[in-house]
């Protein structure tokens, strides 16, 4: 199913299409696998953040250079108050909150709960746009909550110190990245995808950047060859590759296909922790990936009435 408004070329292989989802699924889901190696060398979440936006941020100076040329009309002073609040609170705070919540709870609860950003997007379009929810929203929130707590659960079973605290941060996280998505909605149509992606992150790696120093000693960086080395890995294979890689996809299958293909994400988490950090998994932490991916995808699937 397709979204109206989406469109696909024609004769393009579906198979490329459903590979380079993948790609970016997987992508994206290893992002804390490479912070929960990380932080076996006991490195700080500030410092670790700062070198993965550190090592993105060139690719994204290219990108807001070659979009600027091509832009039909400059940015105005609105747009980049917009832009410089948006990056903020989206790429910035989200990304400061989810690295500090990882310290404290499993790579696979993590992504659950960042999962859960649809649910978020819908409450909080209610709320500020006005927009209905459907009966079948709030089932669909349920059962991703719902799956959010059994995880919870198989967390607190293991290791029940500071996990609250720690998916209260992943949490607020999600809820910031949600807030960026209703309010980047409203200014896409009128700066442009790509544009818009590049600028945003620019002025969440400066910030990043800008933090780092005020707060940290420049000794911070005496850090192990392997920290710089899962800096660099999400830079490339967690933040910039699996962008491109969904922007390709949606191109080739479309948005609706390539977002059902996104719930391998958390499988795809709580299977890499389990072959690389050696996280276990339990009956309760599958049951809640499963309600979670349902309640997710009945969202995503939800037909949108004509506005």
């Not at 994206?28 to 929960?36: H, L």
């Not at 994204?60 to 980049?80: G, T």
């Not at 409203?186 to 790696?205: D, H, L, N, Q």
């Not at 990043?208 to 080395?229: E, H």
């Amino acid at each position: 199913m397709r979204l109206p408004n989406e469109s696909r070329p024609e004769h393009a292989p579906p198979v490329i299409g459903l590979l380079l989802a993948v790609g970016a699924a997987l992508g994206f889901s290893a992002k804390a696998i490479f912070v929960k190696l990380a932080y076996t060398y006991d490195v700080d979440a500030v410092t670790l953040l700062m070198l993965r936006m550190s090592f993105a941020l060139p690719f994204f100076v290219v990108i807001a250079v070659r979009e600027e040329r091509k832009a039909a009309s400059p940015l105005v002073a609105r747009d980049w108050v917009i832009l410089i609040f948006l990056g903020l609170i989206g790429y910035y705070l989200s990304s400061l909150l989810d690295f500090l919540g990882l310290l404290y709870i499993s790579a696979g609860l993590e992504r659950l709960i960042l999962f859960i950003y649809p649910t978020m997007v819908v409450i909080l379009s209610a709320i500020f746009l006005g927009r209905p929810i459907h009966k079948s929203t709030y089932l669909a929130c349920l059962m991703s909550y719902a799956g959010v707590a059994l995880a919870l659960g198989h967390d607190l079973t293991l290791s029940g110190e500071n996990v609250l605290l720690g998916a209260s941060l992943v949490f607020a996280s999600t809820l910031t990245y949600a807030t960026f998505l209703v309010g980047s909605g409203e200014v896409i149509p009128r700066i442009g995808g790509k544009r818009f992606t590049a600028y945003a992150m620019i002025v969440s790696s400066v910030a990043v950047i800008l933090q780092f120093f005020v707060i940290r000693d420049v000794s911070a960086l005496n850090q192990p060859a392997a920290v710089y080395g899962y800096g660099l890995a999400m830079a490339l294979f967690s933040t910039v590759i699996p962008a491109f890689l969904l922007a390709a996809a949606i191109h080739r299958i479309g948005a609706s296909d390539t977002s059902i293909i996104g719930a391998l994400g958390p499988v795809a988490t709580i299977a890499m922790a389990s072959i690389l950090l050696d996280e276990p998994v339990s009956i309760m932490q599958m049951a809640g990936a499963a309600c979670v991916i349902a309640g997710i995808s009945m969202l995503r699937n939800r037909k949108k009435p004509n506005r």
